[in-house]
Structures are given as structure tokens and as C-alpha cells.
């Protein structure tokens, strides 16, 4: 989506722009109030909780229903995005969109809200950030936004769709998802560490290449947690067998320690 939005001013040169986007069955005012309490300590994000609302006295889980206490923001006041991190309400405009806002010059977060029809809605989501690694207290924010804002802010927009739609995925399919996506990394990351570590035949560079392909696959592409799961069982099956001694090698090797 190319059109202006709300908070482009925020950021006119980001290096990080994306910008994602719903339908949702239900009017602007059935889906605001999901948008406005979202946050840390609050609602949640609808998303994936295990990582979104660790640590919140709040309970792990994200709010499958409305909650007044979080209705009723002006502009200035904190959205807590994790425990060591947050933002403000740059605007608020209800029914027509929300931003939050960091640091100075540092970008923004906008959530809008476009009628399609009397009953259908377009939600918005716009990211313009530009990092900035010497401030601390925003490190986990800036690394979620630049490594994992495709899989975290696909996972809201469809977490507010099942609640305004009035359907709400079981948290264990969400925390599979999740635990497929690291699985995904850790065994991309630790095929480097045995390429690094281990003589380099072709065998385990294209092992390498394989697990590098899975990870992609199974962050970037629409598949399911089953297939991603069989993936990931291949992908270590092979990096096994191209990183474990044949037993004629160590024969060979045991032979040779003797004589």
C-alpha cells in the first residue's frame, strides 16, 4: 500500500518501512476497542503471548474480550511494548486510527482503520523506524522490529481479526507456531557453527544451504506448523548425516591409532 498515511510525518527517510494489512468482518467501532488496549500489562497483542506477555502479572495469555479499564487513553500517555521498552500515543483518533511513537525522530507505529463496505473494514498496519543502537532501553524493540515484525505483526492483525469475527485460536497453536519458527533459526544457526567448526566437504555445505532454505521457507512462506515441523525433521536428519563420522572412518581411525 503506497497511499499517506496518518504518521508518515513522524519519519519522512526510515530505514525500516512495512506496511500490512486485513479485512476484518465489522465495523471501525467493533475494532477499535481491540487497538486501543493493546500493550504490555494490558491486553496483550493478541499474538503469539509466549513471547509477547512473559513476565506480565497479567497472566500470560492475551484478553479474548474488552476491557474498560483500557478504553480511555490521551495523547502523551506510555504504551508498554515489554518489560524494558515502550511507547507513547503520538495520536489518537477513534475509529480512524491510533499512532505510537519512540524516541525522537525515531518513527512510529500506525494502526488505521479504512470501511470497505458497511460491514467489512480494512485494518492498516505501518512501521517507519529508524534504529537506534545507542539507546538501550529501546535494543529489544529495535531488533523485534527489524527481524521479526513479519511474523509478530501478521500474527496481531489476525489476532484482532479472530476477536472481532469472534474466534480466538487456542494458545497451543500459537505457541507451536512459535516454537517452529525458533526451532527454525537455532538449526540454521547451529548448521553455521558445525560448517565453521568441522572440515567443509560439499555434503555438509549443501546441508548448510538446506537448513538455510528451511529457515526461509518456514519464516517467510505461508505453510502450515505441520509441514514446517517435517521440515525442520528433515533438515536435522540430513545435517546428521552429513556431520556424523561413518563408521568406516572410524574404523579406519581406530586401526590407525593401534598400529
Known amino acids: 500500500m503506497q497511499r499517506t498515511m496518518p504518521g508518515d510525518e513522524l519519519n519522512p527517510n526510515p530505514k525500516f518501512l512495512a506496511t500490512r494489512a486485513i479485512t476484518i468482518e465489522g465495523k471501525p467501532e467493533d475494532i477499535w476497542p481491540w487497538l486501543v488496549q493493546m500493550g504490555y500489562l494490558r491486553a496483550g497483542f493478541y499474538g503469539y503471548d509466549i513471547l509477547e ?24 500517555d506510555e504504551v508498554p511494548i515489554s518489560p524494558v521498552g515502550g511507547m507513547v500515543f503520538y495520536a489518537i ?5 491510533l499512532i505510537w511513537s519512540g524516541y525522537e525522530n525515531g518513527g512510529g507505529f500506525t494502526w488505521a482503520l479504512y470501511p470497505v463496505d458497511e460491514k467489512h473494514t480494512r485494518l492498516v498496519s505501518r512501521i517507519r523506524w529508524s534504529h537506534n543502537w545507542r539507546k538501550p532501553s529501546q535494543l529489544a524493540l529495535d531488533l523485534l522490529t527489524e527481524f521479526t515484525d513479519h511474523l509478530s505483526v501478521r500474527k ?21 507456531e512459535f516454537a517452529i519458527y525458533l526451532a ?9 557453527v558445525l560448517i565453521i567448526l568441522r572440515p567443509l566437504t560439499w555434503r555438509r555445505w549443501l546441508a548448510g544451504l538446506a537448513a538455510g532454505a528451511a529457515w526461509l521457507i518456514t ?3 505461508p505453510i502450515s506448523t505441520r509441514i514446517g515441523a517435517l521440515l525442520e525433521l528433515l533438515i536435522l536428519w540430513g545435517l546428521g548425516g552429513a556431520f556424523r563420522k561413518r563408521a568406516s572412518q572410524r574404523a579406519a581411525y581406530h586401526i590407525h591409532f593401534e598400529s
Open 156 to 176: 496481531i492483525l489476525q489476532g484482532v481479526k479472530g476477536r472481532v469475527e469472534g474466534w480466538i485460536d487456542p494458545m497451543a497453536r500459537a505457541n507451536s
Open 219 to 221: 519464516w517467510y512462506a
Open 184 to 192: 527454525a533459526a537455532w538449526i540454521f544457526l547451529g548448521a553455521i
Open 93 to 97: 483518533e477513534p475509529n480512524r486510527y
Open 53 to 76: 506477555n512473559l513476565g506480565s502479572p497479567r497472566g500470560i495469555r492475551g484478553a479474548d474480550r474488552i476491557l474498560p479499564e483500557f478504553q480511555h487513553f490521551t495523547v502523551g
